[in-house]
């Protein structure tokens, strides 16, 4: 495992904002005196004035940030990525996804870095919110180590694994699952009985898969379920149009691209500097 240093960035305006949004001359620069003072007035607004009950996503970030940052950094790339407007999804959502994270967490964050005493040179950051984190360890050889590794530790152990296993059926005796049946890619049909089972199918198609009947609130939960498909493209650039201030390459593990119009995510591999969008 590498320690590595986050750098996570927008750009918005044919600029590069840091993410979450730091209180630096950077920003405001950025930002413009007038889009300033606009997120600050509506900041201070929404601060001072909140909405007493978080029905909506929408709801959650205003309070949060105010409503001029919630348009110009959050609504359009939340509905793009999820496909749901974002008064559409809970507040429970956002409670969940960015958690304790505030304009007013960011800015006592900043304060405590820049005249903190101590200076933390490593990961053990537990009392730091998520997107606020400055370090992080990533597998020298990308994420899919961690799994081989886990692969390579069930086969020492005297397990095996089987994969291309469609799911088709899962049996329940007495209120515990004893077996699970499918298909291997061959069309054969297979069945493992076991003592434990662990899922990570898609809830639909677990409720689904059960011989025996679910709750009637169960299924109707479950079937209403939305799922969004994820699609990563690899590619490798030899050179970029933008890069660092000195001129050398980008340094951030992940860019979110901005526009009214559409939006992209962007992620440098830690190894190779490899691009992926």
């Not at 006592?108 to 400055?134: C, D, M, V, Y």
Request: proline share 4%; net charge positive.
């Amino acid at each position: 495992m590498l320690v590595r240093q986050r750098k996570s960035r927008i750009y918005f305006l044919r600029r590069f904002f840091d993410y979450p949004i730091s209180l630096t001359a950077a920003t405001f620069r950025n930002m413009g005196i007038l889009r300033t003072l606009r997120c600050g007035i509506s900041y201070m607004r929404s601060a001072l004035l909140p909405q007493r009950e978080e029905h909506s996503l929408e709801d959650f970030i205003i309070n949060r940030f105010g409503k001029q940052l919630y348009l110009t950094f959050f609504k359009s790339y939340t509905e793009k990525v999820w496909g749901v407007p974002c008064h559409e999804i809970s507040a429970e959502w956002g409670a969940q996804r960015i958690k304790g994270l505030s304009l007013k967490g960011v800015i006592l964050h900043f304060l405590k870095k820049t005249f903190s005493s101590r200076q933390h040179n490593g990961i053990a950051q537990k009392k730091t919110e998520t997107s606020l984190i400055e370090k992080f360890l990533y597998p020298k050889f990308g994420p899919g180590q961690l799994w081989e590794h886990v692969a390579d530790v069930v086969r020492k152990g005297g397990g095996e694994i089987h994969m291309g296993i469609q799911i088709d059926r899962i049996h329940v005796e007495d209120n515990k699952v004893v077996s699970v049946e499918g298909r291997n890619q061959a069309g054969e049909p297979m069945t493992y009985a076991g003592d434990y089972f662990f899922s990570t199918m898609p809830v639909r198609d677990l409720i689904r898969a059960f011989t025996t009947p679910v709750p009637t609130d169960v299924a109707e939960v479950s079937e209403g379920l939305m799922y969004r498909d994820f699609i990563t493209v690899g590619l490798l650039a030899s050179k970029l149009a933008v890069t660092e201030k000195d001129a050398s390459l980008l340094k951030d593990n992940w860019i979110y691209i901005q526009s009214p119009t559409w939006s992209l995510a962007v992620f440098r591999s830690s190894i190779t500097g490899a691009l992926g969008w």
